[in-house]
Structure formats: structure tokens, C-alpha cells
Nanobody
């Protein structure tokens, strides 16, 4: 059974940093692209960052230069380092096996002004 478990969400002040983690099991992690999405109340779930199996990355324009996605294939874990956080980054953040309907339960990030 495929499982994604996110952690690291918290309440932080604007300008602060957080590191989200997503531990995957039940999949051949090394060959899958992994992604982080976020969803704020009343809004659609949007792609934040993507990392392919070879390490190539893509980011939403709104987070470029502030967020960094990375992966540790030995630990089956994908990370999202978030710096210079803004109140508009407040959302529930979800890990995803890119291209597949496989999601974690989400971790809440709240940025206060």
C-alpha cells in the first residue's frame, strides 16, 4: 500500500523558515517524480514545486527564489525548504507522487504578519 506522510508544518512569523518532509512507502521512490502542492481555504490545490527522479526541479512563480525542493532517495523522502515566508504562503501543503492520484494527508503552514 502506497503511503505518503508529511510533517513539518507550523505557525511561523512572516520572514521565517520551515522545512517540510514527506516520507514515502510502498512505491519505487527512485523512479518517481515527486511534488508539493498547497491549498488555501476556498482555493484550488496548486502546484508549488516538482522534482524529477534525476533531480531536475520546477517551481511556481510565486515561490521561486524562496522555496527549494529536494529528495533523499536513500530515505524515500522529499523535502520542501521554505524561506522568507509570507502570509500568502498560508495553506495546507500536500505531498504527491507526480502524475498519480497519490496524496499525503497534508501539513498546515500558517504564516502570521
Amino acid at each position: 500500500q502506497v503511503q505518503l506522510v508529511e510533517s513539518g508544518g507550523d505557525l511561523v512569523q512572516a520572514g521565517g523558515s520551515l522545512r517540510l518532509s514527506c516520507a514515502a512507502s510502498g512505491i519505487d521512490f527512485n523512479i518517481n517524480a515527486m511534488a508539493w502542492y498547497r491549498q488555501a481555504p476556498g482555493k484550488l490545490r496548486d502546484l508549488v514545486a516538482l522534482i524529477k527522479s534525476g533531480g531536475r526541479t520546477n517551481y511556481a512563480d510565486s515561490v521561486k527564489g524562496r522555496f527549494t525542493i529536494s529528495r533523499d532517495n536513500a530515505k524515500n523522502t522529499v523535502y520542501l525548504q521554505m524561506n522568507s515566508l509570507k502570509p500568502e504562503d498560508t495553506a495546507n501543503y500536500y505531498c504527491n507522487v507526480h502524475g498519480r492520484d497519490i496524496w499525503g494527508q497534508g501539513t498546515q503552514v500558517t504564516v502570521s504578519s
